[in-house]
């Protein structure tokens, strides 16, 4: 079992950049799929970014892609999110998940495949 926290998030204004951490306890994180969803007020949770470290691949949604990126550190047992040139419509809350390592390259995107999640951070992007 692993345990995720996220941290990094903030207030912002637009073209900013802000780089979010999720931080694994319990097992080694790059025998995961790790993926980052967000939730907007009001909205559902939807798909931002996933690794497959296995695979040596990472994933984007298309909202996303040029602006965020995704990364880990094995020796700090951490993933990170990079977003550069946020936009208003980025405001939400960031949850960092963990899912199989053999989840696809088609389930990396679906939340329902990702067993371990963390508590969330909320980013705000001022217009």
């Known amino acids: 079992q692993v345990q995720l926290v996220e941290s990094g998030g903030g207030l912002v204004q637009a073209g900013d950049s802000l780089r979010l951490s999720c931080a694994a306890s319990?097992?080694?994180?790059?025998?995961?799929?790790v993926g980052w969803f967000r939730q907007a007020p009001g909205k559902e949770r939807e798909f931002v970014a996933a690794?497959?470290?296995?695979?040596?691949?990472?994933y984007y949604a298309d909202s996303v892609k040029g602006r965020f990126t995704i990364s880990g550190d094995n020796a700090k047992n951490t993933v990170y999110l990079q977003m550069t040139r946020l936009k208003s419509e980025d405001t939400a809350v960031y949850y960092c998940?963990?899912?199989?390592?053999?989840?696809?390259?088609?389930?990396?995107?679906?939340?329902?495949?990702?067993?371990?999640w963390g508590q969330g951070t909320q980013v705000t992007v001022s217009s």
């Open positions: 319990g097992r080694t994180l790059s025998t995961y799929a």
């Open positions: 690794i497959r470290w296995t695979a040596g691949m990472t």
């Open positions: 998940a963990a899912a199989p390592r053999w989840t696809s390259s088609v389930e990396v995107t679906k939340e329902q495949k990702y067993d371990y």
